[in-house]
T-cell receptor, first 115, second 112 residues
Framework: ETGVTQTPRHLVMGMTNKKSLKCEQHLGHNAMYWYKQSAKKPLELMFVYSLEERVENNSVPSRFSPECPNSSHLFLHLHTLQPEDSALYLC??????????????FGAGTRLSVL | GNSVTQMEGPVTLSEEAFLTINCTYT??????LFWYVQYPGEGLQLLLKATKADDKGSNKGFEATYRKETTSFHLEKGSVQVSDSAVYFC???????????FGSGTRLQVQP
């Protein structure tokens, strides 16, 4: 148990489907992140939430829609995805102390396949 | 912008061999540097970190020294085990930023 739980672990969806990825952290942190891990590419930051406000959005297409209803939960809503969106989606959390020293703790990820 | 460059993998070693995985970076500020490890089917786990020049991070027999003059943070271990087989990611966080910039990862395979 890493303290950051992601569900589902695996997801297969068609391009016209709508699905959501869920992340829950049990560490009392105040910041949460979505990263995308594609084959043979560095992890790419998608979104950052601090104190439930989105503070970073790295030019992610609008077919990805994040939601952070409280400091413990983070969602990524998916609709009309493309096959190139197939990847491992990782959630992370940290305690943002404003000094840039916070360690990020990662979940095990959701393996997404878009058909 | 910021970037992290790691050596291409996979790296294949025999048990008890010496390990070096190279990592160099570019950053606009004074970054903190990290090594994360990802075991099969799991998320990333922090392995070690260093927050300023000449700091040495260490954990589980792994070490890395923050070298500002060469902008490097190479990962080393004196004697690897089969259980060290995983993907290793070098990362940085620049001053004033929350998010990490990752390298592409290096897969390590240790054979008995």
């Amino acid at each position: 148990e890493t303290g950051v739980t992601q569900t589902p672990r695996h997801l297969v969806m068609g391009m016209t489907n709508k699905k959501s990825l869920k992340c829950e952290q049990h560490l009392g942190h105040n910041a949460m992140y979505w990263y995308k891990q594609s084959a043979k590419k560095p992890l790419e930051l998608m979104f950052v939430y601090s104190l439930e406000e989105r503070v970073e959005n790295n030019s992610v297409p609008s077919r990805f829609s994040p939601e952070c209803p409280n400091s413990s939960h983070l969602f990524l809503h998916l609709h009309t995805l493309q096959p190139e969106d197939s990847a491992l989606y990782l959630c992370a959390s940290s305690q943002d102390n404003g000094q840039g020293l916070a360690i990020q703790y990662f979940g095990a990820g959701t393996r997404l396949s878009v058909l | 912008g910021n970037s992290v460059t790691q050596m291409e993998g996979p790296v294949t070693l025999s048990e008890e061999a010496f390990l070096t995985i190279n990592c160099t970076y570019t950053a606009t500020g004074y970054p903190s540097l990290f090594w994360y490890v990802q075991y099969p089917g799991e998320g990333l786990q922090l392995l070690l970190k260093a927050t300023k020049a000449d700091d040495k991070g260490s954990n589980k027999g792994f070490e890395a020294t923050y070298r500002k003059e060469t902008t490097s943070f190479h990962l080393e271990k004196g004697s690897v085990q089969v259980s060290d087989s995983a993907v290793y990611f070098c990362a940085l966080r620049d001053t004033g930023r929350r998010a990490l910039t990752f390298g592409s990862g290096t897969r390590l395979q240790v054979q008995p």
